[in-house]
């Protein structure tokens, strides 16, 4: 699924700046970094509710391509500009994780398990 | 993978509580890895168990030192720290047992899936703490497939 159809169905907001043309195999919804890194496959998207920065290096060494924030959640600057140096899109949403994660897998972007 | 250049060695220093820089050790060590032309899911592996032996330093200890170790057969890495050491190894190393206080986990750490993963991450793996001292885990991963 490509990012765009991802931010046209969640009615997302792109956060960072740089090239969204990209598209994920897979969703994986956690907060919790260790599960992340312990289950979600390369070529994800991360969905979830933490919005530090050691969120962005866990989708890099996951090799996660976009972090999708929910129930409207900002990061701060610090989060951004490292999003932006590694090349990962930050998008958020309205919806809190639950719907984001129903929506996306009605489009058949399926989970990690 | 680019073999004129082994072996290669390197080191970081981590800083223990330290949130903010957490996870750049183990974003060198891929990059170096990269630049060597090494396997993708090779450096996945070894990424993600570098990662979570560095954010075992940031969370549990006061500071710790990182090694690398990159040679035509192998990767090595090993990380020790000045921590509080482990009282159990044996608990330490089961899947959702942790001792993180309650603030590391609303970072979104400490659910006890980090020794696991690295052990699962690693080809070979060696956890050695002493209670007062420090912990040490090494791993190595092979670049050669049998």
Known sequence: MTLKEIITALDATVLTEGDIDISVQHACSADLMSDVLYYCKANSLLITGLIQPHVVRTAEIAGIKAILFVQNKKPDITTIELAQKKKIPLLNTSLCMYKASGILFKYDLNGCG | ?146
Do not use: C, H
């Open chain 2, 1 to 146: 993978m680019n073999q004129d250049k082994m072996p290669i060695e390197g080191s970081f220093q981590i800083i223990g509580g330290n949130f903010t820089t957490a996870g750049e050790a183990s974003s060198e060590v891929k990059t170096v890895l990269t630049d060597l032309g090494v396997d993708g899911d090779i450096i996945r592996r070894i990424a993600i168990a570098t990662f979570e032996a560095e954010m075992n330093v940031i969370i549990y200890a006061a500071a710790g030192q990182l090694f690398y170790e990159v040679t035509d057969e192998y990767i090595k890495i090993r990380v020790q720290d000045m921590g509080p050491g482990i009282e159990d190894t044996n608990r330490a190393m089961q899947e959702g047992y942790s001792t993180a206080p309650e603030w590391v986990r609303n970072m979104g750490w400490g659910a006890g899936m980090g020794l696991p993963n690295m052990k699962k991450n690693a080809d070979t793996f060696l956890l050695d703490s002493v209670v007062g001292e420090g912990t040490t885990v090494e791993m190595t991963m092979n670049l050669i497939k049998e």
